[in-house]
C-alpha cells in the first residue's frame, strides 16, 4: 500500500508540475480554426443592438416613475441599478394566473417607498409575461 501511495503522489507532483508549465492565456491566433472567435454577422449586431436599446429605453421610463416620488431625481438610475443587484424570489402561480416577483427591501426607507410607487405603476400596467398567461405582479417584501 505504501508503495501505491508513493506511486500515485510522484503521479500527482508529476501532473502539477505540467500544469505549472501549461500557459494561462493564448492568443487568438493559437487556437485552432474551428474555436476561433468570429465577428457577429451584421443582422446579429443589428439585433443585439435592438435589444441594448429597447432595454434602455425600458430602463429610462422606470427611472422618469422613479424620479417622480424620489427627493434627489439625479439617483434613480442607481436605484435601478441596485435593484437589478438585489435579491428577489420568482412565484408563479398558474391557478391564479400570476407571476410574483418579489423584491427584497433594500437598506434606506426612502428608496423602499420608491420602490413600492415603482411596483404598483408596473403593476398597473398588467402584463403578460412572453409566452405564457401568467400577469407579472411585483411587490416589496421585508
Same mark, same amino acid.
Given at each position: ?35 476561433? =472567435? ?16 429597447? #432595454?434602455?429605453? #425600458?430602463?429610462? #421610463? ?21 435593484? &437589478? ?10 391557478? #391564479?394566473?400570476t407571476l410574483t416577483i418579489r423584491l427584497h427591501q433594500l437598506a434606506n426607507h ?6 413600492? &410607487? ?10 403578460? =409575461? ?13
Amino acid at each position: 500500500m505504501k508503495e501505491e501511495i508513493s506511486h500515485l503522489e510522484r503521479e500527482v507532483d508529476k501532473l502539477k508540475q505540467e500544469r505549472k508549465a501549461t500557459k494561462k492565456h493564448i492568443t487568438i491566433a493559437e487556437l485552432p480554426e474551428d474555436e476561433r =472567435f468570429s465577428r457577429l454577422s451584421t443582422q446579429s449586431k443589428y439585433l443585439i443592438d435592438t435589444i441594448k436599446m429597447i #432595454a434602455y429605453r #425600458a430602463e429610462t #421610463a422606470m427611472s422618469n416613475l422613479l424620479r417622480e416620488r424620489m427627493s434627489h431625481p439625479d439617483e434613480a438610475r442607481s436605484l435601478l441599478r441596485a435593484i &437589478y443587484n438585489a435579491e428577489g424570489d420568482i412565484l408563479p402561480d398558474s391557478e #391564479a394566473g400570476t407571476l410574483t416577483i418579489r423584491l427584497h427591501q433594500l437598506a434606506n426607507h426612502m428608496s423602499s417607498e420608491s420602490i413600492r &410607487y415603482l411596483c404598483e405603476e408596473l403593476n398597473s400596467t398588467e402584463t403578460v =409575461f412572453p409566452g405564457t398567461n401568467l400577469r407579472l405582479v411585483y411587490e416589496l417584501v421585508s
